[in-house]
């Protein structure tokens, strides 16, 4: 049976906290707030209430500093009820208090902080994570006298940096596997607002931009880049990034017929249960194209397999319909105008409906990401 969440916390940003689906922060003072918050952020172990006077009530007397304590533990329980098993959200005793950990709950900072780099391989699961990141941990916020709590928040909004940073490069790493150039760009040059001092993703940048031939908008980040160390550090670029510059500027310019101005972005869709159906999309496509003259890119056999799949291509050329095409002969001919079409294009091809993608077709998009060609992505929309 799905176990229903009834309980959901947020700390990076302005501070929510959702009870049945209703926003119930506001039945809170800010000492609730971040009573709340210490004991999820110890959720391994139980603090002594002695430890959370410390945190939380330093200049109180003793008397008063136990009733205030008891109060916000009393408005917690009010306000947030017992699961379907008749468990409290916390647990308290006469010495201790802490999160219940069988109450089913779900709060941003302890999804974040079970992030491991090795084990995360879905872009979907890390996007959801960075999107958590709505701002600061406890954004705005400063207990006065509570020094020893305001310390506690200035070391989790760094930790908490520096898990985002782990995220995003985790991110870049899987996009970089997939062949998607541009959102790996993206992602890097976010890493970089957020740590722009940092030589290695500067690096990453440069050879982003060596790999689609975009050498201008490689030298511009350079210089960029330069000018930020030498402005804010009054320091120049290691010899290892000045390397990677002299790289680039040899690098090859790109020619002509890969400028912008001769990008090709088509518009392509998925069918399940139709084999071939996103190959035989994308060489219509291509072919209505009429500068990419596809037909003068493929010999008189790959046209034949191509058409074996989409007929409308082959105008003018006879052919035996009974004739079986093997799938190889399909396969290799779609790859060759591929590959050849990206010698001179820029080539975006934007796909709706990826998880439909036939199976055949699946594996050659799957190859043609990991090949890495110059010029190609195939993105979905």
């Known amino acids: 049976m799905e176990v229903v969440i009834m309980l959901n916390l947020y700390f990076l940003g302005k501070t929510r906290i959702e009870y049945n689906g209703k926003s119930v922060v506001e039945s809170f003072r800010n000492k609730t707030i971040a009573l709340i918050c210490l004991l999820v952020i110890n959720r391994d172990k139980y603090l002594s209430r002695e430890r959370i006077l410390d945190y939380l009530w ?10 205030n304590l ?69 954004e705005g916020c400063y207990y006065n006298n509570c020094d020893d709590f305001n310390e506690i928040i200035i ?22 596997e997939e062949g998607n150039t541009e959102e790996g760009l993206n992602i890097l040059k976010e ?20 790999k689609i031939g975009n050498r201008a908008s490689g030298i511009m980040f350079y210089n960029s880049f330069r000018d930020r160390l030498a402005g ?12 990677k510059y002299e790289e680039l500027k040899q690098s090859q310019e790109p020619n002509s017929l890969q400028k912008d101005s001769q990008e090709v972005r088509i518009q392509t869709i998925c069918i399940n249960e139709v084999q071939y ?15 990419l003259a596809c037909e003068k890119r493929l010999n008189e056999q790959m046209l034949r397999a191509l058409g074996h799949i989409r007929p409308d291509i082959l105008s003018g050329i006879k052919t035996d319909s009974n004739a079986e095409i093997p799938d190889v002969q399909i396969v290799n001919a779609f790859i060759h105008l591929i590959l050849d079409i990206c010698k001179d294009y820029k080539l975006t091809i934007l796909v709706t409906g990826m998880e439909d993608m036939d199976a055949v077709s699946a594996g050659v998009s799957k190859y043609l990401k990991s090949s890495r060609i110059a010029g190609l992505n195939i993105l979905e929309n």
Not at 58 to 67: L, V
Not at 109 to 114: A, G
Not at 160 to 169: M, P, S, T
């Open 58 to 67: 330093p200049d109180s007397t003793e008397e008063a500093a136990k009733n």
């Open 70 to 138: 008891r109060y916000n533990l009393w408005l917690i329980k009010k306000t947030i009820g017992a699961n379907e098993n008749s468990e409290e959200f916390l647990f308290i005793d006469k010495e201790h208090c802490g999160v219940n950990m069988n109450y089913s709950f779900q709060c941003d900072i302890l999804d974040i902080m079970s992030f491991k780099p090795q084990e995360s391989n879905s872009i979907e699961s890390l996007l959801k994570l960075k999107n958590m990141f709505m701002g600061e941990f406890l």
């Open 155 to 176: 070391f989790e909004r760094t930790r908490f940096e520096n898990f985002r940073v782990q995220i995003l490069k985790r991110l870049e790493e899987l996009y970089e």
């Open 191 to 210: 890493i970089l607002d957020i740590e722009p001092y940092d030589e290695d993703v500067a690096a990453k940048v440069i050879n982003l931009y060596m």
């Open 232 to 243: 804010r550090l009054g320091i120049q670029p290691s010899e290892k990034l000045r390397k």
């Open 277 to 291: 159906f996103w190959m035989a999309d994308v060489t219509g496509k291509l072919f209505e194209q009429k500068q």
